[in-house]
């Protein structure tokens, strides 16, 4: 596995554990995981995962049983 491939799963997997388990933001968690931007670290994730950082975590708590978190949108 190349370096660059490597860091990419590995920074994956931390931001996935916490979208999981906190309730960071997800500026805060791209930060935390070595993203520049919170829009590079959203398009890499997206390209990583399939879906944007905002749509796993909710499809994660609604998967939990846990309820979906109100974004003020209607």
Known sequence: IVPSAWLLRER?????ALL??????????G???G????????????????VAPADYRGRFRHASGQAPRLRGRP
């Open 35 to 50: 993203y520049d931007s919170p829009e590079t670290f959203r398009v890499a994730f997206k390209r990583s995962v399939g």
């Open 31 to 33: 930060q935390r995981c």
């Open 20 to 29: 999981e388990s906190t309730q960071l933001s997800h500026e805060q968690i």
């Open 12 to 16: 994956t997997q931390r931001a996935r």
